[in-house]
């Protein structure tokens, strides 16, 4: 399917949900995992009306870029590794893996710009996510204010596959009420105003949740 008419489908979701617990849907950012997908299907994205693009590897990210450039607004949403920081920071616009000092130090040292980061929270605390325990968050967000280049603008989680509606909106639940607590400190290098959670499975919940940056990768361009 195309996917202009995937993304209508998900454009009523989004509606609804927002119709369901009073939000207004322009205060929801879709970003367009293009991870699976060719270059040519990305340039079909943006061309839908999908301005922001994540990927999740450096090497694909850059083929990608090379190919479209400043015309996406480019998310790097996976697991980044220090050593790679230096040839992706400068051409991605948001990073939502923030998840250690050393990456952070190295965010810092090679950006040439203040660069907008999402920090990653592992709500679930399954073993095979990244991202910092609930209990470290407020801490690692304080401990940013040492590095210039960096501005936490929200946080991030990805939320278990397969499970109950209402586990996955306590994991939302709880991802916001950390973003309550460290926004309401008012803190210049982190302002924390943003959620990015919810894929194509649930973002409908996400978004009932607080989402203001929901993921979509299969369901909008697979
Ligand atoms: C792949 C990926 C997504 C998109 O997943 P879908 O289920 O295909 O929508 C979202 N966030 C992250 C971090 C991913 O790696």
Request: aromatic content about 6%.
């Amino acid at each position: 399917m195309s996917v202009s008419s995937q993304l209508s489908r998900i454009k009523e979701t989004i509606n609804e949900a927002c119709e369901e617990c009073g939000r207004d849907a322009e205060n929801i950012t879709i970003i367009g995992v293009t991870k699976y997908v060719s270059i040519d299907r990305a340039k079909e994205t943006l061309a839908a009306g999908v301005t922001n693009l994540g990927e999740n590897r450096k090497e694909e990210f850059l083929e990608k870029y090379e190919a479209i450039g400043k015309e996406a607004i480019w998310h790097f949403i996976g697991s980044l590794q220090s050593r790679k920081v230096r040839d992706v920071i400068n051409e991605v616009d948001y990073i939502h893996s923030l998840d250690r000092k050393s990456l952070a130090k190295e965010i810092n040292k090679r950006a040439e710009r203040i660069v907008p980061c999402f920090v990653q929270v592992n709500i679930s605390g399954e073993e095979s996510k990244h991202g910092l325990a609930p209990d470290e968050v407020e801490t690692f967000i304080e401990s940013m204010a040492n590095y210039e280049n960096i501005k936490v603008v929200g946080l991030m989680t990805m939320a278990p596959h397969e499970e109950e509606e209402e586990a996955l909106r306590a994991v939302f639940r709880k991802l916001r009420a950390l973003r309550d607590i460290i926004r309401d400190k008012q803190e210049s290098h982190a302002p924390c105003e943003w959620l990015s959670m919810g894929m194509s499975n649930d973002y409908r919940l996400a978004i009932e949740e607080g989402a203001t940056h929901i993921r979509v990768g299969s369901s909008l361009v697979g």
